[in-house]
């Protein structure tokens, strides 16, 4: 079993920047990938960025491409996200996943295992 806590959310004004953590507790020996989502009012959970085991590999929706950055400390069990140039359409409830394994995936049902979100809120 993984346990994810987030933090690092809260209200930012447009144009800001914001980083995310997510650490990981209890069988953290396994090699997994980690993936951060989120899930907009009335909308379908997205995909925003993932990155492997080693921090070696990474990907991001086209959606924060370009603004966003993923990092992990494996030594703390912990991945960051940041992200700037925020945009009203940012706002959310974003959420870390886990998954065992080694490769990248986008997909929400590739992760056994959530946090319980933090908000994101960005004022126009």
């Known amino acids: 079993q993984v346990q994810l806590v987030e933090s690092g959310g809260g209200l930012v004004q447009a144009g800001g920047s914001l980083t995310l953590s997510c650490t990981a507790s209890?069988?953290?020996?396994?090699?997994?990938?980690m993936g951060w989502f989120r899930q907009a009012a009335g909308k379908e959970r997205e995909f925003v960025a993932s990155?492997?085991?080693?921090?070696?590999?990474?990907d991001f929706a086209d959606s924060v491409k370009g603004r966003s950055a993923i990092s992990r400390d494996s030594g703390q069990n912990t991945v960051y996200l940041q992200m700037n140039s925020l945009e009203p359409e940012d706002t959310a409830v974003y959420y870390c996943?886990?998954?065992?394994?080694?490769?990248?995936?986008?997909?929400?049902?590739?992760?056994?295992?959530w946090g319980q979100g933090t908000q994101v809120t960005v004022s126009s």
């Open positions: 996943a886990a998954r065992i394994g080694y490769a990248l995936q986008r997909a929400s049902g590739a992760y056994g295992y």
């Open positions: 209890g069988r953290t020996t396994i090699g997994y990938t």
């Open positions: 990155i492997t085991w080693t921090g070696g590999s990474s």
